[in-house]
Structure formats: C-alpha cells, structure tokens
C-alpha cells in the first residue's frame, strides 16, 4: 500500500488580492494531480513559535506525486504569483 504525500505550508499573506491570483493559479495543478485540502486556513493557535498566518495542509494520493506535483510547471507559474502575495514556508512529507 502506497503511502499519502502531503504538502504542509505555514503562511505569512503581505497581499490579499495578489494572493487570489495564487490561489486561482495553483488550482490547475492542485486538481491535476488530485490534491485534497485537509487543512485551508482554519482557526489555530500558536502555543510556541510564530507560524504563520495561514496554514495549509494537502494530500496526495502518494509522496512522489506531491512532489510531481510541486515541480510541475503548473505550480511552478502558480508560485510566481504567490512570491508576491507571501512569503511561506512549505514542507512535503510521507504519510504514515
């Protein structure tokens, strides 16, 4: 059994408006590779260090399509809108 990729990304938006661009961008590739929302910027709580504004969580059906899906040249023209929409910090990681 595969295991579920997931990206994880913790976000600072400098730009509401530049950020819709993102988010409209990053859906071609998002659905391309079948990507489920499991966390979009619901309420939280930063008992320790400051993470970010806005918090994402994505699955994916396997972690080498997480991957594929970052390095796709739809995300990757995606990411140039976010660039100046936000600074954020994202990891992909394996499932359990």
């Not at 408006?17 to 859906?27: L, M, Q, R, S, T």
Request: aromatic share 12%; with cysteine.
């Amino acid at each position: 059994m595969t295991k579920k990729g997931y990206w994880i990304a913790m976000v600072d938006v400098t730009d509401p408006e530049g950020y819709k661009d993102y988010v409209a961008a990053n859906a071609i590739a998002l659905e391309k590779y079948g990507a489920k929302f499991v966390v979009r910027a619901g309420r939280n709580e930063q008992p320790e260090e400051p993470a970010g504004t806005r918090h994402v969580v994505i699955e994916f059906d396997s972690y080498d399509t997480a991957l594929a899906c970052y390095r796709s040249p739809e995300y990757q023209a995606a990411m140039a809108f976010r660039k100046n929409a936000a600074s954020a910090r994202l990891v992909i990681v394996e499932g359990v």
